[in-house]
C-alpha cells in the first residue's frame, strides 16, 4: 500500500523525533545525566528523546511540558566540544565523529524556575542509535527507488560495513592497549632492578660514612 | 478530494500524537536492542526503566568497566514492585526475564563506596516485542520483483543473514566492553607504577639521609656532654 506523498511525508517527518516507548530514566533539576559512546570515525549518531514532567496533581506524568528544554553537550576524545545547543522538550540531536574513541552525551535541563520542578522529577525517554542504525530506510527506499530485495541487500551491506569499521578500531585498541601492558611490565621490571641497586648503593655509602665518621671521632 | 484525503491523513496523525497509546503507530518505536554506557558517581544509585509487553522478553547484560574495585550493587524489579534478581558487588552478569505488561526498573547501586566513580555498561536486548517492526519501510518500495515464489526463499535467506549479522554486532559490543575494562586496568597500573615508583625512591632516599643524621647526631651530643 502506497502513502500519498504528503501524508509519507509527514510520517516520516514525526518518526524522525519520536523515540516512543522504551528505556526512560528520571533527572533531577541541576542533575547532568551523561552516557559515553565508544565509536569508530565517519561513524553517526543520532540521539532521540522525549521528556515528560511529575504533576502533583493528576499524580502521573505529562506528556510533554513547553518551554522545558534540555541543553545537550557532546564531547569527543579529546574533551573538545564538538556540540552544545539547547533542544525543546522532546528533540534530537545527531552528530558524526571525526576521531575514534570514546564520546561524552551529556543531558541537563534548562528549567531555571523552581516551580516546574516541584515533584522533583523529570521523566526522560532516550534513545541513541549509533552507525548503520541511523539510516533511514523508508528515505533511502523512496529516493533511490528501490525494489524490496535491493533494499533489503543494502541493509545488508551497510550492516557488514559497520561490523567491519568497528573490527578495524578494535584492532587499533588493542595496540594500545598492549603497548600501555608492555610499557607498565618494562617499568615494573626496570624499577625493581633500579631500586635493589639504589638499595645497596645507598647501604654501602652509609656504612662508608659513618665508619670514617666514628674513626674521626676516634670511636673506633 | 485529493486536499481532503490529506489533511485528513495530517489529522489522524496529529490526534494519535496526543494521545500515548497511540503514538507508537505514528512513530519510530524504540530500536530493540541498546547499550548504554555512563558513569556512576560514588555513594549514588542510578535507576532506568523499560516499558515492556506481555510475554516478550528482556535480556540485561552489564559490566562495570572502570573505578576501583570494578564492582558494583544491580537490582531489577517488575511493575509490580517485586525484587527479581540482585546482584551484590558483582563486575558483570547477565539476565533474561519473561515479561509482564509494565515498566520494569533497574538500579546500579555504588553507595558502598564512598570516594571511586564506576564506568558501567549495560546492554538492553528485547525480543517478541511485536513493536512496528524497522519492517515499515515495505510501504515505501516502490515497483515489484518478478518470481514472487522464488522471492520468498531469497527473502528469507536474507532475513537469516540479517539476523546473525545482527548477533554478531550483540557480540561485537560486549567484546568491546570486556576490551574496554581490560584497557582501563591496565591504563590505571600504569599510572599506579609511574606513581609509587616515584614516592618509592624519595622515600628510600629521605629514609637513608635521616638515618646517618640521627646516628650522627647521637655521638655528636655525648660529645659535647664530654668536654
Known sequence: ?220 | MELVRVFVCVLSVFVSLLSDRLVVLAAFSQSLDSDFTFTLPPGRKECFYQTMKKEASLEIEYQVLDGAGLDVDFYISSPSGQLLFSDYRKSDGVHTIETEDGDYMFCFDNTFSSVSEKLIFFELILDNMDTEDPDDWKEYVHGSDMLDMKMEDIMDTINNVKARLGKSVQIQTVLRAFEARDRNLQESNFDRVNFWSVINLIVMVLVSAVQVYLVRSLFEDKRKMRT
Open chain 1, 1 to 220: 500500500m502506497m502513502l500519498s506523498v504528503p501524508a509519507a511525508g509527514v510520517l516520516l517527518l514525526l518518526a524522525w523525533i519520536h523515540p516512543g516507548d522504551g528505556l526512560y530514566f528520571h533527572i533531577g533539576e541541576t542533575e547532568k545525566k551523561c552516557f559515553i559512546e565508544e565509536i569508530p570515525d565517519e561513524t553517526m549518531v543520532i540521539g532521540k528523546y522525549r521528556t515528560q514532567l511529575w504533576d502533583k496533581q493528576t499524580s502521573s506524568f505529562l506528556p510533554s511540558t513547553p518551554g522545558l528544554g534540555m541543553h545537550v553537550e557532546i564531547k569527543d576524545p579529546d574533551t573538545k566540544i564538538i556540540l552544545s545547543r539547547q533542544y525543546g522538550s522532546d528533540g534530537r540531536f545527531t552528530f558524526t565523529s571525526h576521531t575514534p574513541g570514546e564520546h561524552q552525551i551529556c543531558l541537563h535541563s534548562n528549567s531555571t524556575k523552581m516551580a516546574l520542578f516541584a515533584g522533583g522529577k523529570l521523566r526522560v525517554h532516550l534513545d541513541i542509535q549509533v552507525g548503520e542504525h541511523t539510516n533511514n530506510y523508508p528515505e533511502i527506499a523512496a529516493k533511490d527507488k528501490l525494489t524490496e530485495l535491493q533494499l533489503r541487500v543494502r541493509q545488508l551491506l551497510d550492516q557488514v560495513e559497520q561490523i567491519q569499521k568497528e573490527q578495524n578500531y578494535q584492532r587499533y585498541r588493542e595496540e594500545r592497549f598492549r603497548m600501555t601492558s608492555e610499557s607498565t611490565n618494562q617499568r615494573v621490571l626496570w624499577w625493581s632492578i633500579a631500586q635493589t641497586l639504589i638499595l645497596i648503593v645507598t647501604g654501602i655509602w652509609q656504612m662508608k660514612h659513618l665508619k670514617s665518621f666514628f674513626e674521626a671521632k676516634k670511636l673506633v
